[in-house]
């Protein structure tokens, strides 16, 4: 990569902590969307249960309750490696500025504290608790998740516009932590990842149910089981598009070089097309279907807004523009082709109070999960790549901030292979806990001993 | 008192807090280690896991708090630690990883295999964490972690003297603090011959982690003198004497007395005597040539973590209690139709 070569201190290291990032973070952040995402969805069907009484919905929520107590216990390790590797791999990072993103964390702390009590409660409690005192002890999870990914997206969008410090000759000398936290790039972010967290926990739910419905499983159950959270999915994606137009908006006027590169813009223009496809060669996007004035239009509100190209910093500066501006086009389109999903369903229903007919629908519902989870690896890309070479935008390089000891090559093979153990074991319990027949009545406690078909 | 050192006073509330509920469910998973074949060791097994399940999440958030306070209010601190002890850190992550999905997985799984494959990824990470753990803590109280982004040995760093009996005391303290805390469950569950096999192995545990601790003492002696004077001699002698002191009675009363829950407390103010008497040991020094008040952040960040700190403590504190409460609490009635005792199978408890 032309970034890594430019600045090189020790580009194998540079390379492997990069990946290690990469890898760990787009691991954890699946299962952290489900952490967010799923107790409201588990809560809502927990509550319809105990309202109308019928033990589908019942059962439904225990299974989602047991599947959360794994899901869980593998977010809360996933992300403790996270901060490890904040310090391992990029100690430059934290000992300067770590006391700038201080903040967040430590209130992150507080959401996790919340987040692990009450889970233990709703998990283990669930028999020993009366109906409504259990459905209340799941509130503080929900809150709690949703207040987690806000603080840790903070201190992420300060990553992208810092603000709130002064530094002088590398030192920090004065902070207001505050003000670093809300930042001019905390709002668009935090919404937009809060709203992809409940979208990715939708449709990865309601996922599960449509493959059973494409078996021929279209019960009462099966289809309760596929509404509920694609429900939840489908009345936000529709806010998601918006939101991302905000932030959209939000990098034309405050990151404009990450703008270029997701558009793979070069020269500074005026009236600039939006460009679809094509692959940057050679400092010139090749290849791409333009819509005439479509950039200006839609970042600017204005078809003669001017844009300006990467060429505006020396090349060593450019982020990789084919990997931004691909993500790019991969999250707006699949943005866009859930909202057509969703769209379909709201029509059938509309139309028969009843799911679309066409087992296309239920075989679009399957993917739609996967769908989401790659927008979601997608948008972060974007974000990510597209502030490169800079960790700290203009003010620190990701180059600047990583660990120079020997052999971070190694920690990388390391966690790539225990990602890979991990990966194929969550995935096989999973499975294997949503094949199961029996069901027990307490999602943690009494499943080793007794069990009790429902 | 300055932020500062309300500041540190807290991430040492946050170690010891680890160290006491944290350490413990690593300790469980040692004796899960060496409970035996799977038919001899299914009750012991089933305690702890029963006992781990519903606390071990939070427990554990004890660690990212300290992390989270090390790089908010020592940040060069936190940045030179990380750097330059980044193998055994390393190693602690990954098997943090293993720990807990493995904990999570055994118990989601139902297949004798699989309980069988995860349980020992369970017992044998549960084992090597804290000792990775513990060479850490060995290096930064013999001075071997300099100022500066990996500026430390990056091997001797952590495999030396201190680090290696450190590493040891650690896997010690948390197997003698879970026997101590199981005994006392078991006595709860109305499970005699379950209490007694805990007491016995709590027994062994204490009499070997009292003989680590000497010999750390001697080996502090020659490897890191300045804290041994500290602890021998000066300010943190105190603490050590308490240390002592409540070892020894905790020994006593398990073997003389069935006075489990008093155990628990003499054998965690064993561990927070050890603990404290380190830290105050060691202060105000941090690392060789970096006192606290060098290495701190500024005011205005430690004023707002604090201040943020508290109005979460009081978030935290009843919700804390409430958990503990309630599934210590559940245990004595146990019996009745709540079935928490369920986790662990009854009917063969006479054997
Ligand atoms: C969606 C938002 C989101 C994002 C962007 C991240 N996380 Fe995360 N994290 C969560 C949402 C979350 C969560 C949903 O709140 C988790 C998942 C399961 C859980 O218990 O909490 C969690 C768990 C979790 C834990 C374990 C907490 C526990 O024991 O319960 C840590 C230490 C981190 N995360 C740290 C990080 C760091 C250092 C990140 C970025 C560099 C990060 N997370 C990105
Ligand atoms: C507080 C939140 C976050 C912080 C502090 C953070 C920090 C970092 C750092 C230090 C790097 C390494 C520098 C680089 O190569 O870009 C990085 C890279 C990366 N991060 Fe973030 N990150 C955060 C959130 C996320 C999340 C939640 C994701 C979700 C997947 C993510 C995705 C990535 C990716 C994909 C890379 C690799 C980029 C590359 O290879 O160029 N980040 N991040
Ligand atoms: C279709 C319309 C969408 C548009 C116009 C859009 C726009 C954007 C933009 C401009 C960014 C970069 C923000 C930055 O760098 O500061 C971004 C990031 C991101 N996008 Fe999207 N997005 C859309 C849909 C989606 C969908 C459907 C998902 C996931 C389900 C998603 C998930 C993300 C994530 C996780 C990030 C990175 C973190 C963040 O900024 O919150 N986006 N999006």
């Known amino acids: 990569?032309?970034?890594?070569?430019?600045?090189?201190?020790?580009?194998?290291?540079?390379?492997?902590?990069?990946?290690?990032?990469?890898?760990?973070?787009?691991?954890?952040?699946?299962?952290?969307?489900?952490?967010?995402?799923?107790?409201?969805?588990?809560?809502?069907?927990?509550?319809?249960?105990?309202?109308?009484?019928?033990?589908?919905?019942?059962?439904?929520?225990?299974?989602?309750?047991?599947?959360?107590?794994?899901?869980?216990?593998?977010?809360?390790?996933?992300?403790?490696?996270?901060?490890?590797?904040?310090?391992?791999?990029?100690?430059?990072?934290?000992?300067?500025?770590?006391?700038?993103?201080?903040?967040?964390?430590?209130?992150?702390?507080?959401?996790?504290?919340?987040?692990?009590?009450?889970?233990?409660?709703?998990?283990?409690?669930?028999?020993?608790?009366?109906?409504?005192?259990?459905?209340?002890?799941?509130i503080p999870i929900v809150i709690a998740g949703v207040a987690s990914a806000f603080f840790v997206v903070t201190a992420n969008a300060w990553m992208q516009q810092p603000t709130g410090f002064d530094t002088r000759e590398g030192r920090v000398t004065a902070v207001e932590p505050w003000a670093a936290m809300f930042n001019p790039a905390t709002p668009p972010q935090t919404v937009h990842m809060i709203l992809a967290a409940f979208m990715v926990a939708g449709f990865s739910m309601a996922a599960v149910y449509a493959v059973a419905m494409l078996r021929g499983r279209r019960d009462r159950y099966h289809r309760v089981g596929f509404l509920i959270p694609f429900t939840v999915a489908a009345v936000i994606t529709p806010v998601q598009i918006g939101v991302g137009d905000w932030a959209a908006h939000f990098v034309a006027e405050n990151q404009p070089v990450k703008l270029a590169a997701m558009e793979g813009v070069f020269e500074t223009e005026r009236g600039v097309p939006l460009h679809l496809g094509g692959v940057a060669v050679d400092g010139e996007l090749r290849y791409a279907l333009e819509i005439p004035?479509?950039?200006?239009?839609?970042?600017?509100?204005?078809?003669?807004?001017?844009?300006?190209?990467?060429?505006?910093?020396?090349?060593?500066?450019?982020?990789?523009?084919?990997?931004?501006?691909?993500?790019?086009?991969?999250?707006?389109?699949?943005?866009?082709?859930?909202?057509?999903?969703?769209?379909?369903?709201?029509?059938?229903?509309?139309?028969?109070?009843?799911?679309?007919?066409?087992?296309?629908?239920?075989?679009?519902?399957?993917?739609?999960?996967?769908?989401?989870?790659?927008?979601?690896?997608?948008?972060?890309?974007?974000?990510?790549?597209?502030?490169?070479?800079?960790?700290?935008?203009?003010?620190?390089?990701?180059?600047?901030?990583?660990?120079?000891?020997?052999?971070?090559?190694?920690?990388?093979?390391?966690?790539?292979?225990?990602?890979?153990?991990?990966?194929?074991?969550?995935?096989?319990?999973?499975r294997r806990m949503a094949r199961e027949k029996p069901v027990p009545v307490a999602p943690q406690e009494r499943d080793v001993s007794d069990y009790k078909v429902v | 008192m300055p932020l500062p050192e309300i500041l540190l006073g807290l991430l040492w509330i946050g170690v010891t807090a680890y160290v006491l509920f944290g350490g413990a469910d690593f300790g469980g998973g040692v004796w899960d280690l060496l409970a035996g074949g799977a038919e001899r060791g299914a009750r012991q097994r089933a305690l702890v896991e029963h006992a781990i399940g519903p606390v071990w999440e939070a427990n554990h958030v004890w660690l990212i708090f300290v992390i989270v306070l090390a790089w908010t209010g020592v940040p060069s601190v936190f940045a030179a630690v990380a750097s330059t002890l980044y193998i055994p850190l390393t190693l602690t992550a990954l098997g943090i990883i293993a720990r807990g999905s493995a904990f999570a997985f055994r118990k989601a799984s139902t297949l004798l295999w699989q309980r069988r494959l995860f349980g020992a990824a369970f017992a044998f990470s549960s084992v090597v964490t804290p000792f990775f753990l513990g060479t850490v803590a060995g290096a930064i109280a013999s001075g071997r972690v300099p100022p500066g982004i990996a500026e430390g040995d990056l091997a001797a760093s952590w495999l030396n003297p201190t680090s290696l009996v450190s590493g040891a005391l650690a896997v010690g303290t948390a197997a003698y603090l879970a026997a101590v805390y199981l005994t006392r469950d078991a006595q709860r569950a109305g499970d005699a011959g379950l209490a007694a096999a805990f007491r016995r192995r709590a027994l062994a545990a204490g009499v070997v982690v009292g003989g680590l601790s000497a010999v750390g003492l001697v080996v502090l002696r020659a490897d890191a003198p300045r804290l041994f004077d500290r602890l021998t001699t000066g300010a943190a002698l105190p603490l050590l004497a308490l240390s002592v002191a409540a070892g020894v009675v905790s020994l006593a009363l398990l073997a003389w007395t069935r006075a489990f829950l008093a155990v628990r407390v003499t054998a965690a103010l064993a561990v927070v005597g050890l603990l404290w008497g380190w830290g105050v040991g060691q202060y105000p020094r941090l690392l060789p040539g970096v006192t606290l008040r060098e290495a701190a952040a500024t005011d205005a960040v430690l004023a707002a973590t604090l201040g943020a700190l508290a109005v979460g403590a009081v978030l935290l504190v009843p919700s804390l209690v409430w958990l503990y409460a309630t599934f210590q609490r559940g245990d004595g009635q146990g019996e009745g139709e709540s079935g928490d005792a369920g986790a662990f199978p009854r009917a063969e408890n006479n054997s």
């Not at chain 1, 290291?13 to 952290?32: D, E, F, P, T």
């Not at chain 1, 489900?34 to 509550?47: D, K, N, Q, S, Y």
């Not at chain 1, 996933?78 to 993103?101: C, D, H, R």
């Not at chain 1, 997608?378 to 990583?402: D, F, I, K």
């Open chain 1, 293 to 430: 004035y479509g950039l200006s239009l839609l970042a600017h509100w204005d078809p003669n807004a001017e844009i300006a190209g990467l060429n505006e910093v020396p090349t060593a500066e450019h982020p990789p523009v084919n990997v931004v501006h691909w993500a790019f086009q991969v999250m707006v389109g699949l943005g866009f082709a859930l909202l057509a999903l969703v769209a379909w369903q709201w029509w059938a229903w509309w139309r028969r109070r009843d799911l679309p007919r066409s087992p296309w629908f239920l075989r679009a519902a399957a993917l739609a999960g996967a769908a989401a989870v790659v927008a979601l690896e997608a948008g972060w890309t974007v974000t990510e790549v597209g502030r490169q070479p800079w960790l700290v935008y203009g003010v620190m390089r990701t180059s600047e901030a990583v660990n120079p000891a020997p052999g971070l090559v190694y920690g990388f093979a390391g966690v790539a292979a225990v990602y890979a153990v991990l990966t194929v074991a969550t995935v096989y319990v999973l």
């Open chain 1, 1 to 138: 990569m032309d970034v890594l070569v430019a600045d090189a201190v020790n580009p194998h290291n540079l390379m492997a902590a990069r990946l290690q990032m990469a890898l760990s973070l787009g691991w954890h952040i699946i299962v952290a969307c489900l952490g967010v995402g799923m107790p409201a969805i588990t809560l809502i069907a927990e509550w319809r249960g105990h309202r109308t009484g019928d033990p589908h919905v019942q059962l439904l929520a225990r299974r989602w309750a047991k599947a959360m107590g794994v899901l869980f216990a593998v977010g809360a390790v996933s992300g403790t490696i996270l901060s490890f590797e904040m310090g391992l791999l990029w100690p430059g990072l934290m000992g300067t500025y770590g006391e700038v993103i201080g903040l967040p964390f430590a209130l992150e702390g507080i959401a996790f504290f919340i987040e692990a009590i009450f889970l233990g409660i709703y998990l283990y409690a669930w028999d020993r608790l009366p109906p409504v005192p259990h459905l209340l002890s799941g």
